[in-house]
Nanobody, 114 residues
Framework: QVQLVESGGGSVQPGGSLRLSCAAS????????MGWYRQAPGKQRELVAV???????VSADSVKGRFTISRENAKNMVYLQMNSLKPEDTAVYYC????????WGQGTQVIVSS
């Protein structure tokens, strides 16, 4: 089993910044992709950004230039630096890790509002 613990969510005004962190622990043999997804009220969960073990990244068009994903392989950590936040970024953000199977975190709430 793999456990994922997210942190860093909260409330921020438009234009502000937040940094999300996700720590993976447990029976980890090798982690492949690590990433962030989000789900806004009444909407489907969507990809925000993912990063491979080699450092290649893919981001949603809606966050390009504002969000940056990174990881620390030695610590099994993945981060999401979110800048220039907009109200439409309001959602529950989920960490997702693939290590043979797919694992999801519990989610962390991000609210962008004035």
């Amino acid at each position: 089993q793999v456990q994922l613990v997210e942190s860093g969510g909260g409330s921020v005004q438009p234009g502000g910044s937040l940094r999300l962190s996700c720590a993976a622990s447990g029976s980890i043999s090798s982690i492949n992709t690590m990433g962030w997804y989000r789900q806004a009220p009444g909407k489907q969960r969507e990809l925000v950004a993912v990063i491979t073990s080699g450092g290649s990244t893919v981001s949603a068009d809606s966050v390009k230039g504002r969000f940056t994903i990174s990881r620390e392989n030695a610590k099994n950590m993945v981060y999401l630096q979110m800048n220039s936040l907009k109200p439409e970024d309001t959602a529950v953000y989920y960490c997702r890790v693939t290590s043979g199977l797919v694992y999801w975190g519990q989610g962390t709430q991000v609210i962008v509002s004035s």
